[in-house]
Structure formats: C-alpha cells, structure tokens
C-alpha cells in the first residue's frame, strides 16, 4: 500500500513539472479549447431544451397554469363546477385561479363598407368569457398587450382581440383569411350560436340580436368595442378574442356557473398534485380532465421536445468525443516528444505506472481547469444573463436550461474521457522499449 501511494505521489510530482515546464501559451490554450468543449457540452443542449422551456413556460404562465381543469370530450362543459370552485377555495397551497368560457365565434370588423366578397373582413376563430381580474391575477395577459389595454371590470362591451386573428401580426398572412384594420376602438360584430333561449327578453336597447333557424341553434350577435390587442408567442392564447364571462353566457343562454376550463396556480414551491389528488379523489374526475401543466402539454410540443432531446444527446455525444480526441492527441504528441526523459525515468528506476498516472494527472488538470472556468462563465455569467434577458424570438421565449444534476453528470462523463484519453497514449508510448526511447529510436 505504501508503494502504490509512494508511485501515485510520484507520478503527480512528475504531472506537475511538466505542466509547469510546459509554455503558459500552450497551456493556456489546450485550457481553453478544454473549456469550450465542456461550455458546449452544457450550453448547447442547454439551449435546445430552454426552447422547448421557453414555451412549456408560456403555455403554463398564459393559459394552463400548474393545474388545469378542463370538459371531458363527450361534453360542453365541466359539470360541476359550482363544487369544484367549493374545493379549490378550501385550498391554502392555491395562490389564484381563473374560469373562462368558450365558444366558437364568428367577428366581423368594418362590416358597413362597401367591398367585394373576397375582401370581407371576417374570421372565425375561439371566444373565451373571463373575469378579467381573476384571469389577470392568475395569466397577467396584461403583460401581452401591444396597443390599447386589458379588459376591466364591467366592461360589457369591451373586446381583447388575440393577433392570431389580424393580418399585421401574422406570418401566415397571405394563405388563411384574418381581419385586417383592427385597433382599438374598433367596432367589431361577434356571433356566436347558443341556446334558443337566448334571445328571450333580449331588445335592440343590449346591443344583440338574434337570427333564428328553425332546424339549427340560434346565432346571437352582438357588437363590442375593441379595448387592446395581445400579443403572445403561445398561440392558443393569440388565436381567441376575450370578453367578460358575463356577457357571453348572455350570448350562449347560459344560466348555470359551469365553465370550460379552470386554470389554477400553486403558491411557490407547491406540488399541483397536493390539489390534484384530492380532487380526484372526490370523484371529479368522472365529470372533468384535471392535468398538470406537464400532464397537459400540446402533444406538439411534447414531440418537439423528445426531438431536441435526441439532437441534444447526439450533440453531447460529439462534445465528448472532441474532448476524447483533443486530450489523446494532446497528451501523445506530449508523450512522444519526451519519449527520451521517459526511458531515462525508466531506465533509473521510475515505474511505468507512474509515468502513466503523470499524464493521466495531465489530462485531468487541463480538463478540470477548463471544465471550472466553463461552469463560472455559465452559472456565473451566461446563465444570469439569460434568465433576467431571455432570448425573444417569434415562436418562443428562450432560457437557458442547466440544471446542476444534469451539469455534475456532465462533467463527470468528460473526466471518466479524460482518464482514458489521458491512459491510453501515455501507455503507447510508455510501454516502447527504454533502450529505444534513451535512443529515440521509433522501433521497439
């Protein structure tokens, strides 16, 4: 034992004249190209998932929520509300949550010119019927707003209209139709088809009219006064237009407090399944789909994100064989141009094995420093900087995903490469004959 730790001090003795007898540029640079590899390894993938981060987040903050309660498929709406709403306000660990109603709806904007067919101003998209400071509390729409305001309180006629609805903010502009010069304090015409019942007691002086069909539901219609435009990179909130809950249970004949969706948000570090079970539990799941966040992502973008998880393990992959490469190369061509002092060490006594363990000592010390300086420049800098400014595109708002798990696995694949790729060359060249090396002779 006293040998094997008496080789293992030499070998590390050796390690360090070596590194210090080398040139600070060369050292300098084999650091730096080391803590290039391991920032890609990390920042790389760390990208990828933070675009899928990015809009798991928008998803979660603007419309599910930690936990949202939406109608099964078979039905309209989710039955029992009323005694949802009972066991939710009964919950501590519930910061707030919102209701909304929805409903397909057909807007028409600047219906009074006079225009050809093909240039009529009308689309037809999703309506959702809010509480305008419960969904603010809960999504902070208000944050999405990119002229005008959100809606308030008692606003009966006011209308937030999503951009996936306008011409100026779409991409896709030219192949779907969408209405085009719509601002605030635009007049705009809303239909929507309810209950027959909805039109009773219903005059000209409420603003809504009613087209009735005999073999059809009725089709309500009633004008509202554009308030604000949102703006949002998740596009099932820019493709809906919003007005208060009240005035579009008038519109469906509505008289129940049922609701399609209920978007719940946890108080800090509280698991959605501490309210999730319970309701389960008390059976309401028979009457609604109750998912987490998580639970309840798009499929696409579940899809999209098992994808960037593939490219980001094949890109790993090749960081740890760049790192494989450049340590092996770096430390045979070290190895080979001291061949001679090694078969000198040899030749007086010193074992293979710790000439072997110097340069495995190399390895690690070019991929430790580097590795360090990689880790201070992403949590240090990178990471902050991103997180207080992330990277805005049109699709999502990316961040930078670097969990320090993922990091310390990370970090100790390349030091597991970096104990082969330190082995192996020095061994190739350790194991010449030390009559040759003393020689430099290339023949064993």
């Known amino acids: 034992m006293k040998h094997f730790l008496n080789t293992l001090s030499l070998g590390f003795f050796l390690a360090i004249r070596q590194v210090t007898r080398t040139s600070k540029w060369t050292t300098g640079l084999i650091v730096f190209i080391m803590m290039l590899t391991f920032l890609n ?5 760390g990208f990828l998932v933070g675009i899928i981060e990015g809009a798991s987040r928008g998803f979660k903050e603007q419309w599910t929520g ?4 939406t109608n ?3 039905k309209q709406y989710i039955e029992h509300t009323s005694d949802i709403e009972s066991v939710l306000t009964s919950f501590p660990q519930i910061k707030s949550y919102t209701k909304r109603i929805t409903a397909g709806a057909k807007i028409e904007a600047n219906w009074g010119e006079k225009r050809k067919e093909e240039d009529a101003n009308i689309v037809s998209n999703q309506i959702a019927g809010v509480d305008p400071s419960h969904e603010e509390e809960t999504t902070h729409l ?3 707003i990119v002229e005008g305001k959100w809606l308030e309180d008692g606003d009966a006629r006011g209308i937030v209209i999503g951009s996936g609805y306008l011409k100026e903010y779409s991409r896709v502009a030219d192949l779907v139709a969408l209405l085009h010069d719509v601002h605030p304090g635009t007049v ?15 005059g000209p002086e409420e603003g809504m009219t009613a087209k009735q069909d005999s073999s059809s539901p009725t089709s309500v219609t009633q004008d509202f006064i554009v308030r604000g435009i949102l703006n949002s990179k998740v596009q099932f909130v820019a493709s809906r237009a919003y007005i208060l809950d009240s005035e579009l249970k008038k519109m ?3 008289s129940d407090g049922d609701v399609s969706e209920i978007s719940i948000v946890m108080k800090q570090g509280v698991d959605p399944y501490t309210v999730k079970t319970p309701l389960m539990d008390n059976g309401f799941g028979d009457y609604a789909k109750i998912n987490t966040a998580d639970e309840g992502a798009p499929e696409f973008l579940v899809n999209i994100k098992l994808f960037f998880s593939i490219i980001g393990t094949i890109l790993g992959s ?3 064989v760049v790192a494989l490469i450049t340590i092996f190369i770096i430390i045979y061509v070290n190895a080979l141009t001291r061949r001679r002092q090694i078969g000198i060490m040899k030749g007086i006594g010193v074992t293979e094995f710790a000439v072997e363990f110097s340069y495995i ?3 690690m010390f070019y991929v430790v420093t580097g590795s360090v300086l990689a880790l201070i420049i992403i949590f240090g800098a990178l990471k902050p900087i991103i997180d207080a400014h992330p990277i805005d595109t049109p699709f999502a708002t990316i961040v930078l995903v670097a969990d320090p798990l993922d990091v310390a696995y990370k970090f100790l694949l390349v030091m597991a490469v970096s104990l082969f790729a330190g082995y192996l060359p020095a061994r190739l060249i350790v194991k010449k004959n030390t009559l040759n090396a003393i020689l430099g002779r290339n023949t064993d």
């Open 188 to 202: 705009v015409r809303v239909t929507v088809t309810g209950k027959k019942s909805a039109v009773s007691g219903l």
């Open 361 to 363: 000592c190399q390895a």
């Open 252 to 254: 469906l004949g509505k």
């Open 72 to 74: 099964r498929n078979e």
């Open 318 to 320: 090749v960081s740890v």
């Open 41 to 45: 390894l990390v920042a790389t993938s």
């Open 142 to 144: 208000s944050k999405e």
């Open 66 to 69: 930690d936990l949202m309660i």
